[in-house]
């Protein structure tokens, strides 16, 4: 009897631990099936209205629910998104992904940057693109990871996943330099001789929607007078940098612009009035003006003159032959707040924006990611405009570092907001010039 009670006890141990090696091997292949866990996420997504319209977002979290049917997306989509999030956020309750660039007034993105209020998502770089067998580095265009416009502590780690890339130069009427028999400048000095024939026609040689379009323009002309390194020392606020000649001739040429700036140009420049500054280029009353490719779909019902046709050039070099030209990159950039719930499945969505298919929902509404063999896809204007740096023209991109707030201070205010005076003839260069050294200087000991 001892026996047999002994042979039956081992022969259901034996079943018993069969069963459960069982079990568990069809769990282990539920999870990686399902790609992880199977419980059910709502992610709070909070996305900027802007030209590219609020339908190709629809369109994302269909998709995207269609490949997780675990994840429902909630999308908070707005022309005014800060004003909306804001007041929830003070009560506790963050989106779990942003899209939300930074160098814009209400200042939300930058806000969290300094309060350390961002979630590094380096590792969202090692993530393998949902539905493909690639990661996203593998795929994004070089340079896009490695700029303070996306590591804005300067320490190698991404807190801002780059978006929508967009080359910005100077936007004209193709068909009116073609009439004219004009030659689009390549320099400083063939700007000044086109506005000074252009001047015979009546016609101003530049405009501009507002003051703070010039955060590209001037970043070109930084990377054009000094080069990468020296645009990364004023980037990090350096030790009397905007003392130096390479700075001192970038202020100088937009005070020598602004002579030859259309005279209504300050007085609509601003949130309500810009786009009739962009109507001077269609109605050919002025030449030229800073811009980024999204003008185009904004200004599409416009009204235009018989023979216009957009065209897009590069800033002016400082000098002939040897002086490189450049096109700044604007990009969006989508992030994670610290406070974020849901952060595992936001670094999941976010992943899935490089994705072949969303990329393809993106590029019909107008919006272009920063992925390898993007430019295959595109066509017309579009191919023309994103084919810039295809014709010896270089990409610059950055932003200034991040730093712990500093009451009173605000360098895009001294830079960007006071081309409006030096337009106007209220303030001279070295006055400028004093402005911007005096903020970077109170910026400088903040830096993160």
């Not at 814009?104 to 961002?118: P, Q, S, V, W």
């Not at 009035?273 to 030229?288: K, P, S, V, Y």
């Not at 416009?302 to 490189?324: L, Q």
Request: with cysteine.
């Amino acid at each position: 009897m001892k026996l047999k009670s002994l042979l039956f006890i081992g022969f259901m141990m034996i079943v018993i631990f069969t069963l459960v090696a069982c079990s568990g091997e069809s769990d282990d292949e539920g999870e990686e099936n399902t790609g992880g866990s199977d419980e059910d996420v709502t992610l709070h997504l909070a996305a900027l209205e802007s030209a590219y319209g609020a339908e190709m977002w629809d369109n994302i979290i269909e998709d995207y629910e269609a490949m997780n049917e675990n994840v429902t997306v909630e999308l908070t989509i707005e022309q005014n998104l800060e004003e909306v999030v804001r007041p929830q956020m003070q009560a506790g309750n963050y989106p779990d992904v942003f899209l939300l660039a930074t160098d814009r007034e209400e200042a939300l993105t930058e806000t969290l940057i300094k309060d350390n209020g961002l979630e590094n998502i380096t590792d969202v770089l090692d993530k393998t693109v949902p539905g493909e067998e690639v990661t996203v580095a593998d795929k994004l265009l070089d340079g896009f990871a490695d700029t303070l416009a996306t590591n804005p502590y300067g320490d190698g780690e991404m807190y801002l996943a780059p978006m929508f890339y967009s080359p910005s130069g100077m936007f004209y009427n193709a068909g009116l330099l073609e009439e004219q028999g004009w030659e689009v400048p390549e320099t400083w000095d063939d700007m000044w001789a086109l506005g000074d024939e252009a001047a015979n026609e009546d016609l101003p040689l530049f405009t501009y929607p507002v003051a703070g379009y010039f955060d590209t323009f001037i970043g070109s002309m930084l990377y054009a007078s000094g080069g990468p390194e020296f645009f990364h020392s004023v980037m990090t606020y350096e030790e009397g940098i905007w003392e130096t000649e390479e700075a001192e001739r970038v202020l100088q040429t937009i005070e020598q612009l602004a002579e030859y700036t259309h005279p209504n140009t300050v007085a609509n420049a601003n949130p309500n009035d810009f786009t009739r500054n962009q109507q001077l280029i269609l109605d050919n009353e002025a030449l030229f003006m800073p811009n980024g490719t999204w003008v185009v779909g904004e200004m599409e019902e416009a009204p235009r003159a018989d023979n216009f046709e957009w065209g897009m050039t590069s800033v002016p070099a400082f000098e002939s032959g040897e002086g490189d030209r450049y096109a700044f990159t604007f990009f969006e950039q989508m992030w994670i707040p610290a406070e974020a719930e849901n952060k595992e499945a936001a670094k999941d969505f976010i992943a899935y924006m490089y994705s072949d298919e969303a990329a393809d929902t993106f590029l019909e509404a107008g919006a272009v990611q920063p992925i390898e063999d993007i430019t295959d896809k595109l066509e017309g204007n579009m191919l023309e405009y994103y084919s810039v740096y295809d014709e010896g023209v270089l990409p610059a991109m950055g932003t200034f570092a991040s730093t712990n707030p500093v009451p009173g201070v605000s360098i895009s205010e001294a830079l960007y907001e006071n081309v409006d005076n030096v337009v106007n003839g209220q303030m001279t260069y070295q006055e400028w010039q004093a402005a911007i050294q005096e903020a970077s200087d109170q910026l400088r000991p903040e830096m993160n």
